[in-house]
């Protein structure tokens, strides 16, 4: 029995073997880049989840009341974790962590690494397991570190890492250290990517043993397990006390400088962030906040792309039982029962799915390595691969299916059969059906348009805003060297001095937007200004900074080498000003964080050196000529860039020839920063014109078969003199309608989630009407495209051809 229901379903769809291509097309494309949409948001959504204690494990972030509202912040002190581990109960394991990059040289070969200097309880924190050496306190000895097993084959090769030696820059030093364990490679769904971690105690004076009483200086994170039993809730309850002894003076300078407390009448409140929440993490207006819209809207994408294509199949589905009628009757006559009429529609849509399932598994391991490489993205078909996840789609497969095919066959089977046979069936119910579920599948379409459009425009306007600094002419690079920073500086610019094509050349200890190292800092400090508290952020420059980036100087001078003294000035921007609440700011001086006064010389206009989902902040450039600069900027002619950027990495290449030139234009950093924007954009746009070809396929075949069912009436009408474009018109403008009601149901929809997202950004386009009139005018005109293909050739026709036939 199954076996001849099977064999009749492939002669059906065989029978009608253009409706079934349309279908199988149809739902092949739709799951092959559902499934890669699927992957994408799935891995993003896995991020650090494999950790064994994850539902344990917590970032610690404060959360602090000022006269200017509640500002975040993620970074702590040197003795915050260990007074935190001491005086509040809850803490079962904590670490400090802090990032960077650093260079390891064996054997006379360097190698660049990214390094992270935590506390032992950092393995029993994380699942970081130790493949070789010492397993139990692998960074107890003071010169010891641990590396990955990637960097251990590309330093070592086969050989045995533990108990050899390496050398390790520090502060322009070769430092020498030993391997006492090698980690196992850290897997790609973790936000914390390194290669070599050594103990916290084991940094510079200047980073830790300098600050080790020091509450005012943050410059790290802490992540900590929380004990059994402990909630995050009780445990933040349990923190006022120690933010109350530990952060008394903060407090009373808020509370001076007319901040409000919290609801919860707090000034200073600690927080813990959830580990596996960490990759999501924005500030916005100074507040931390998780953001996981990215991958929701892929998820949603790839479900929108399902249904459009589900509705294709169930549209065709319907429209093609009411040719069935004849078919019906006579099963009935021969004695087929509702049952046996219900699993042979049924089958038919199961086989169809099924085809499409496996067609569209194929397709997205044919573009998997395409996917992976334009979203930068390592995603694999083990995203989806959970059992409930699977579990669902089979759900959606048998519901779906049911409905194409069930639906139809249980309807009919209540029919009389005299009446099927005569093929005599009243569809309006089924074209309501049809009607509503069209009417989605462009109000869905237009949506994506719509936001397609948006998304494109914020983007360019990102892309294309003025800074405030020279991005197009800018070349900037680390100073990732083992000899002292400074004096490569210095030799960089003998070398750019004879070659006329280098106008300039400055350095920092920051980057602007996001370096090919992948390193970012930021550094702000707080301080007593006139009886209040100010907050800054703090650049180390040298100089000519301002002159290499262009950045408009409004008052005052730059640091000029024929001031002694400029080693204790400053110069800040328009926000600092602002913040200094100073009517001649050049009379100002500031005390930095300690007793030395430094003068403000120069007022610089406001430029973007943060994130572009920030405004500009306050800044404070100063000079420090004992700390290394951390990048480099080379301001260069406009003409030939290419050449000019092989000459400045030919001259790194001569000056340190042993380690990588990392160099790259500033537009290119700022357009890094940019990648979750372009991500969007590209599956968004990817989405809308995978659902106005979904769209279009359904339209064009339900317009075959409205053609069929009106070929007399077409034949009729040509008779009696009606032209080509009259009964174009006539078969189209019901569609036409379709379309026009989804515009209507779509525009408001549109308007108000675009409108919500550009929310999340500080600089943002205006929302204009004619953006979604564009997007209904598209749809549109696609939709008369893919009906008039039909319509007009049946127009065309000769009228006997049409009533000979019936």
Not at 386 to 413: H, K
Not at 447 to 458: F, K, R
Not at 613 to 636: A, N
Request: proline share 3%; charged share 20%.
């Amino acid at each position: 029995m199954i076996r001849n229901y099977i064999k009749i379903a492939f002669r059906n769809l065989w029978k009608d073997r253009t409706f079934t291509a349309l279908n199988i097309i149809g739902l092949t494309t739709a799951f092959g880049i559902a499934f890669l949409l699927s992957m994408y948001a799935l891995f993003e959504l896995s991020y650090d989840r494999f950790h064994e204690n994850i539902g344990s494990i917590y970032k610690v972030y404060t959360d602090e009341q000022t006269a200017k509202g509640t500002e975040s912040s993620e970074t702590n002190p040197i003795p915050f974790a260990d007074a935190l581990r001491e005086e509040v109960p809850g803490v079962d394991k904590i670490s400090r962590y802090v990032t960077g990059g650093t260079l390891l040289t064996y054997d006379g070969e360097t190698f660049q690494v990214t390094s992270a200097g935590v506390d032992p309880e950092y393995f029993d924190i994380f699942s970081f397991p130790i493949v070789e050496g010492n397993k139990t306190n692998p960074i107890s000895e003071k010169l010891s570190i641990v590396i990955s097993r990637k960097v251990a084959t590309a330093i070592f090769g086969k050989e045995m890492p533990i108990g050899k030696t390496v050398m390790v820059q520090s502060e322009g030093e070769n430092v020498p250290v030993g391997i006492s364990a090698v980690f196992e490679n850290i897997p790609a769904a973790s936000s914390m990517d390194v290669d070599v971690i050594v103990n916290i105690k084991n940094l510079p004076d200047s980073f830790y043993k300098n600050n080790l009483n020091n509450w005012s200086a943050h410059n790290h994170a802490v992540y900590m397990k929380l004990a059994n039993g402990i909630s995050p809730a009780q445990f933040e309850k349990s923190t006022k006390d120690f933010s109350a002894l530990h952060y008394a003076e903060n407090i009373a300078n808020a509370k001076r400088d007319g901040a409000q407390a919290d609801a919860k009448g707090n000034f200073r409140q600690i927080k813990l962030l959830p580990v596996e929440d960490q990759s999501f993490v924005v500030i916005k207006d100074g507040l931390l906040s998780v953001n996981k819209t990215l991958q929701y809207i892929v998820l949603g994408i790839a479900f929108l792309i399902l249904f459009i294509a589900s509705v294709n199949f169930i549209n065709m589905s319907l429209a093609k039982s009411a040719q069935r009628l004849r078919e019906i009757g006579m099963r009935k006559t021969l004695g087929a029962g509702k049952s046996q009429l219900f699993i042979q529609f049924w089958g038919e849509s199961v086989i169809v799915f099924i085809v499409a399932v496996v067609l569209g598994g194929f397709l997205a391991f044919t573009l998997l390595k395409p996917f992976q490489t334009l979203f930068n993205t390592s995603a694999s078909f083990s995203s989806i691969s959970n059992p409930l996840i699977v579990f669902g789609a089979i759900l959606c497969v048998l519901l779906i299916t049911l409905i194409a095919g069930g639906y139809p066959a249980f309807m009919m089977s209540r029919m009389d059969t005299l009446q099927a046979l005569k093929a005599k069936l009243k569809v309006n119910g089924n074209n309501r059906l049809r009607n509503v579920l069209m009417v989605v599948q462009f109000s869905i379409a237009i949506i994506l348009i719509s936001g397609t459009i948006v998304l494109w425009q914020q983007l360019d306007y990102l892309r294309n805003k003025d800074l405030g600094f020279n991005k197009e002419q800018v070349i900037s690079f680390p100073i990732n060297t083992k000899q002292d920073p400074n004096n490569v500086l210095q030799l960089l610019r003998n070398e750019f001095s004879t070659d006329p094509n280098i106008l300039s050349v400055s350095a920092a200890d920051n980057n602007f937007g996001l370096g090919r190292d992948g390193s970012r800092m930021r550094s702000v400090l707080g301080f007593d200004y006139k009886n209040r508290q100010v907050s800054t952020h703090l650049i180390s420059v040298d100089y000519d900074y301002a002159e290499t980036l262009d950045i408009e100087l409004l008052e005052g001078r730059s640091f000029n080498r024929k001031y002694a003294s400029d080693s204790l000035s400053v110069m800040i921007n328009e926000a600092m000003v602002k913040e200094l609440g100073e009517e001649n700011p050049l009379n100002a001086n500031l005390f930095l964080g300690d007793s030395i006064k430094y003068s403000v010389i120069g007022i610089v206009k406001n430029f973007n050196f943060e994130s572009l989902s920030r405004g500009v902040q306050p800044l404070t450039l100063f000079m420090d000529g004992e700390s290394p600069m951390g990048y480099v900027y080379v301001k260069v002619v406009p003409n030939n860039l290419a050449d000019t950027y092989a000459g400045v990495r030919k001259v790194w290449n001569k000056i340190e020839p042993d380690t990588e030139f990392l160099g790259s234009f500033l537009d290119e950093n700022i357009d890094r920063t940019l990648k979750r924007e372009r991500h969007m954009t590209t599956m968004i746009s990817s989405g809308s014109i995978l659902a106005i070809i979904l769209s279009c396929i359904g339209l064009f075949a339900i317009s075959l078969l409205v053609v069929s069912q009106r070929r007399k009436e077409i034949g009729i009408r040509k008779v009696v003199g009606a032209s080509v474009s009259t009964i174009t018109v006539l078969l189209t403008k019901d569609f036409l309608k379709l379309v026009g009601i989804a515009f209507l149901i779509a525009t408001p929809i549109a308007w108000y989630a675009t409108s919500k997202w550009l929310e999340n950004y500080v600089y943002r386009i205006d929302l204009n009407l004619w953006i979604f009139l564009a997007a209904g005018v598209m749809a549109l005109i696609i939709a008369v495209l893919t009906i008039s293909f039909r319509t007009i050739q049946a127009a065309l026709k000769n009228p006997v051809e049409s009533l000979k036939t019936e």
